[in-house]
């Protein structure tokens, strides 16, 4: 799927970017694919997913759900604060995309179809203006502090009541501009949350500062009143700047984090070139890519379908999409993948699939389903915020009535501090940020992640299962084993029966030439018995004399004794007058397999191997592998009960499969990776997706897990110790407005920067 709406004329685009008819546009079923797609097993439904704008805190994710469910043939909505993307369930014919939109404004927000290009637009635009607002802040507070220093370092009578008045008109005028233009985005969140009868995390801030100003402003008109003994203009241009400033950051590295995973949502190009009737190719829009098409991929472009390569020759860059590093050779006859980066040269390939049946538009597909996802801790927070903050609007009033009697402006003075303090900012952030951080790494490895809760079950993991078939093997048999009699030389003869291999179809036969590098040899007068082997006159090019050669099984050969017992197949060769070596093959284990299951003991994981295939293969093969505990001879639903029976032992279980029966396995298990290519089942019942198949990286995601937990509790005790010394400092008059600003966002920004650690995470190691 495309996540790119692309209209198909530009008329509609620039309806679109006017905004006269974009709601309407998007009503149009041909529209829709940019945005949504169909719901399996469920017909009329659909999925689809919008990007909202104007959402600043926890209390707007629930707000916007409330929005979107409310509609008719709205079943479902999934809303991520961190990530400002909406996910939506809907019944075509009873819902439309503009009633979406138009209920979204009601309460206060805008939205953009997720993926849309035009919705870089506002996005940027948002930036540079709370990046204005911060540099309005910023230069207003210095010049405040400037004018508010004589009044803390002057002794008592030093300053005239002239001079302090001047000062203070001073600071209210340069104060104003803070008021009007660099808060506007707590005033506007705060006043959305009253109008819709709740309590979000911008009502206590905008609450502090409107108190704060309010108070410093009587004191500035009427002198000589209850209100002339103080003002506070320092602290309010002070808490906003700093507010600002971490909202600012925390902007910048959410999207630094999220980068990874919106560089492959938006990696299709817009267009390419097509041949048409007349042999000449002309640029159209991917989206009108059909299979079967001729398409040319210049040098630097990518690659926007699944195909073939018919002519040319380049290197090409899977990295994003399988987390293979090294650039790969394709040639004509070699698959490509759309997503892909062509790299030297030009390559004419013939498309195979495009658009939403491709394996790009299946890894968009799990990456959009678990960007709205938000991990169990992370509702939590977002179920005690409301509650929390209400308790801190609570103390506040409190504070007021307790302090008023002995000095009404070191009661405001204490109100204010207390709701700019209390604001939960840290404790929303503490969860999302790291596992958005964490997901992103893992992106760029060639993970994807599925659902975002299970990071927290895969820190838990104690016990990995792997399947066999597919899993820990490729789809190939190979040579494991070569015996040959003595003073014969075993890799001349493998180079001689690899030869008269490629005479064959047999997959023993394709297995052993896949064994060994072709070399100058001469094969000639080539007969085979179908089911017993393949001869031939074989001949090397430096000028031996040539010899009949004999491959296949043992009685072909005419040495039946040369079969030795062994578990796995044999192809033996032999000459008329000798036998020459016997191959023995099995199922090709993953390069990365042993050093994979190394990782998981030095992690402290028991690692177990779980087939159907026979006991003796399975054994054999998880003695290649390192692997101990293997059990064969399981069905589907054996493989249930075995998983069952380690959970009931306390074991935290992660399965790693790939096949079809793997389905019900992947489901019950604690945590599930799909690997490689697996079927969709096994995909949809998986947590975690490998798209390239690397075995390694299985213990890199258990250990990004545990180190993901480390930094969630590591957010979670700092904005907890937080709490827990400035609110009784706040309560108790000890902490001014400009310290208790300060710690709020000083909080907020730790807890973003120990997230942004993650995204940086070497997932590799």
Known sequence: ????LAFPDAEKAAAWAGGTDRREALDDPAEWTGFSRPVVGRDGWWESYLSITGMYCAACSLTVEQALCELPGVSG????????????????????PSAWLDSLQRAGYEALPAGDVLAAAPRLQAQRVLFWRWLVAGFCMMQVMMYATPAYVAAAGEISPDMQALLRWASWVLTLPVIVFSCMPFFSSAWRDLRHRRI?????????????????????????????????YDSVTMFVFFLLSGRLLEQ???????????????????????????????????????????????????????????????????????????????AAGSAVIAGSHNLSGMLLLRVGSAGPDTQYAAMVALME??????????????????????????????????????????????????LIVTCPCALSLATPAATLAAAGALARRGVMVRRLQAFEACAAV????FDKTGTLTDDRMKVVRVFAPAGVDSTVMGMLAAALARQSLHPLSRAIADSYAAGEVLVTEVEEVAGRGVRGRVCLADGGAPRILFLGSAAFCGFPDAARQSGGPQVHLADAQQWLASFEL?????????????????????VELLSGDQQGAVTRLGARAGIEHCFGGHSPQDKLTHVRRLQ???????????????????ACADVSIAIGQAVPLAQAKSDFVVLGGQLSAVPALLALARRTRRVVRQNLAWAALYNAVCIPLAVTGLMPPWLAGLGMAGSSLLVVLNSARLSRARTGE
């Open 1 to 4: 799927m495309s996540t790119v």
């Open 77 to 96: 909505v999934q809303v991520n604060g961190a990530t400002a993307t909406a996910r939506l369930l809907w019944q075509a014919g009873v819902s439309r």
């Open 200 to 232: 979000g995390m911008d009502v206590p801030v905008a609450l502090g500062i409107l108190i704060a100003f309010g108070a410093s402003s009587a004191a500035t008109f009427d002198p000589v009143s209850r209100w002339g003994a103080e003002v506070w």
């Open 252 to 330: 910048r590295l959410r999207d630094r984090t999220a980068g990874s995973l919106e560089a492959l949502m938006r990696r299709l190009p817009a267009s390419v070139e097509r041949q048409g009737a007349d042999g000449r190719f002309e640029r159209v829009a991917v989206r009108r890519l059909l299979a079967g098409d001729l398409i040319r991929v210049l040098p630097g472009d990518v690659i926007p379908a699944d195909g073939q390569v018919t002519d040319g020759e380049s290197r090409v860059d899977e990295a994003l999409l399988t987390g293979e590093s090294t650039p790969l050779l394709r």
């Open 369 to 418: 389903q678990a960007s709205v996802q938000k991990p169990g801790m992370a509702q939590i927070a977002d179920r005690i915020a409301s509650p929390f903050l209400l308790g801190v609007l609570l103390a506040s009033a409190v504070a007021v009535v307790w302090w008023w009697p002995v000095d009404p402006a070191h009661a405001i003075s204490v109100a204010v501090a207390i």
């Open 462 to 465: 104690d016990t990995v299962v």
């Open 586 to 606: 099995d199922e090709g284990l993953r390069p990365d397999a042993a050093d994979a299951a190394r990782a998981l003991f030095a992690q402290g994981c028991q």
């Open 648 to 666: 009931q032992a306390g074991l935290h279980v992660l399965m790693v499969g790939d096949g079809m029966n793997d389905g019900p396995v992947l």
